[in-house]
């Protein structure tokens, strides 16, 4: 579903990221760890082509994004950025924010469905018609989300979805993502530095750091503690209960 | 109302109109609050008033000379006194808000639009395009504006439209950099990123994301310009090169009132009280405006 090989991001000399590889299979849901500054955030807007200056292979369902036409791409993934605050167009009600990227397609029927989307993450009726300034953190997040599905793409790309929101927010809004995945049947790429997070969310996951993939390993392999490398251990140490 | 929502597609748009109305009220309250911005409001609203209903409210005939009542001190006939050709000045200054009111409008109708697509072109593409535009408005923007729009009269010839064309040409470039530099910041702002990812072409993310994203700077500093304009639009009228007499331009009153000003004082002050009224008007309104809508100024949320 999405490959990932060998892929080299350079901001001017600095290189962000170097060498990463990892595949993500459909229907998966694939975590990427690691502190700030570790390059997990850069790899993912890169994979979905804000980034100009990198080098490698990046695939989506098959589909190379170097040379896929941008809405093309569009429509086979999308994504939902870390800050709800900054995410929503503040001019804009929310109805018109979910159904913009339907517009930009010159999909009919973009308002039935943008009503129909929000009202899949929770947001009925009369909420289309609120300013995001209207809405709290988490639902400024839910409204980001139905954005990312208005052009149904089988692929979701997730930076730092919860982390901006409080506690007892996150888990309303992990919830929502993992019933989405399972009734929409989508791929995930979760960028996230709480762990306990990716292991509530992902299959799989790789840790992160200076700008290198250390280690890649599975949900049972984080449960029971079998951890390779000295930094990931230090990295599910420092964040206590898994 | 959620649930005729749901059951009415119609009634989403009445849904839509009454969101914006609610916003809009909410700005309107917030105004109010600012006594300030509402006195300037009062002044504009008189402007606007006088120069609506110029012809009702004067007692003479602006342009017919009495010579036989020429600088007649304010009085009883002469509210605010008569001029060298014994002209009304309250009249003169009546119809003197028509030119300023036109002045100001066309200005500011020309000068911010080309700044805001300049600036917001450059800020968005950046490279190359930014660097061509944006040398081309330092040029602009090294010359004093009071000096530019004589040279650029004196090229025209004087009058009132080629003053209104010279200080429109020396206007816009402010706008262009104060576009620029919130395109800036807008063009990698989460949300514009987003219409990117769905695929939005440069065009649509200007024009739909990047400039309403600008308006609220290039109207507040819109508000603040207008009385510069009116200044160099006077100052223009002073020096003989903005509209030409018989008009009652402000500034051209004021000119001819220097000759008289130790003997025959209102004949200059009054126009310039008219300047200074209608300056101080547009400058509290500016402020005003800048409190609520500077985005530098608002807090987010």
């Known amino acids: 579903m999405i490959r990932v090989e060998n892929l080299n991001v350079t901001f001017g000399a600095a290189t962000v990221v170097r060498d990463v590889s990892f595949s993500v299979a459909a229907g998966e849901s694939f975590g990427l760890v690691g502190e700030s500054g570790s390059g997990k955030s850069t790899v993912l807007r890169t994979m979905m082509g804000l980034n100009r200056s990198w080098n490698g292979t990046i695939e989506i369902e098959g589909a190379p994004v170097k040379s896929t036409g941008r809405k093309d791409l569009a429509r086979r993934a999308q994504m939902v950025f870390q800050d709800p605050y900054a995410s929503l167009h503040p001019r804009f009600v929310i109805a018109r924010t979910v159904a913009e990227p339907m517009r930009i397609n010159g999909i009919d029927n973009s308002e039935q469905r943008a009503r129909e989307l929000l009202e899949m993450v929770g947001l009925p009726g009369a909420f289309g018609f609120r300013f995001p300034h209207e809405l709290s953190g988490g639902q400024r997040q839910r409204v980001a989300i139905a954005r990312a599905l208005a052009l149904s793409p089988k692929v979701l790309l997730l930076d730092e979805p919860t982390s901006a929101l ?14 989405l995945r399972r009734d929409l049947g989508l791929t995930f790429v979760i960028v996230s530095h709480d762990l306990a997070v990716i292991a509530h969310m992902c299959d799989r996951l790789a840790v992160m ?34 | 109302m959620s649930s005729t929502l749901s059951i009415e597609p119609i009634s989403s748009r009445q849904a839509l109109r009454m969101a914006r109305r609610a916003e809009f009220n909410r700005f309107v309250s917030r105004f109010r609050r600012n006594r300030l911005g509402m006195a300037g409001l009062a002044i504009l609203i008189l402007l606007v008033f006088c120069a609506i209903f110029a012809p009702l409210l004067s007692t003479h005939d602006p342009y017919l000379p009495d010579l036989a009542k020429r600088l007649s001190a304010p009085g009883a006939e002469f509210w605010l006194g008569a001029d060298e050709l014994g002209r009304d000045i309250y009249t003169r200054i009546l119809y003197g808000s028509r030119l300023t009111l036109m002045i100001v409008l066309q200005v500011v109708v020309t000068a911010a639009p080309v700044g805001l697509v300049v600036g917001a072109i450059s800020g968005t593409y950046g490279g190359i395009v930014d660097k061509i535009f944006m040398r081309i ?23 009132i439209f080629n003053a209104v064309l010279a200080i429109t040409l020396t206007a816009w470039p402010p706008y262009a950099r104060m576009a620029r530099a919130e395109a800036l910041v807008v063009r990698n702002a989460d949300y514009v990123n987003a219409a990117r990812l769905a695929g939005a072409s440069q065009a649509y993310l200007i024009v739909r994301h990047i400039m309403p994203m600008c308006l609220s700077s290039v109207i507040v500093r819109m508000t ?29 009153m004021i000119s001819t009132g220097r000759k008289f000003i130790f003997d025959q004082w209102w004949v200059a002050t009054m126009p310039g009280i008219a300047i200074f009224l209608v300056c101080l008007g547009f400058n509290l309104l500016g402020d005003a405006m800048r409190d609520l809508l500077d985005p530098h100024l608002r807090q987010r949320g």
């Not at chain 2, 923007?141 to 009071?146: I, T």
């Open chain 1, 166 to 179: 409080d506690v007892s927010i996150q888990a309303e809004v992990l919830n929502l993502l993992s019933r």
């Open chain 2, 224 to 252: 603040l310009d207008m009385a510069g304009v009116i200044l160099i639009a006077a100052g223009l009228g002073f020096i003989g090169l903005g509209a030409q007499p018989p008009l009652p331009e402000w500034g051209a």
């Open chain 1, 209 to 242: 750091r200076d700008a290198r993939i250390v280690e890649t390993l599975d949900r049972r392999q984080l449960q029971e503690g079998r951890l390779v490398e000295d930094y990931s251990r230090e990295l599910l140490a420092a964040s206590g209960d898994v």
């Open chain 2, 137 to 159: 408005t330092d040029v602009f923007l090294a010359v004093p504006k009071l000096l530019l729009a004589l040279a650029f009269v004196a090229a025209l010839g004087p009058g």
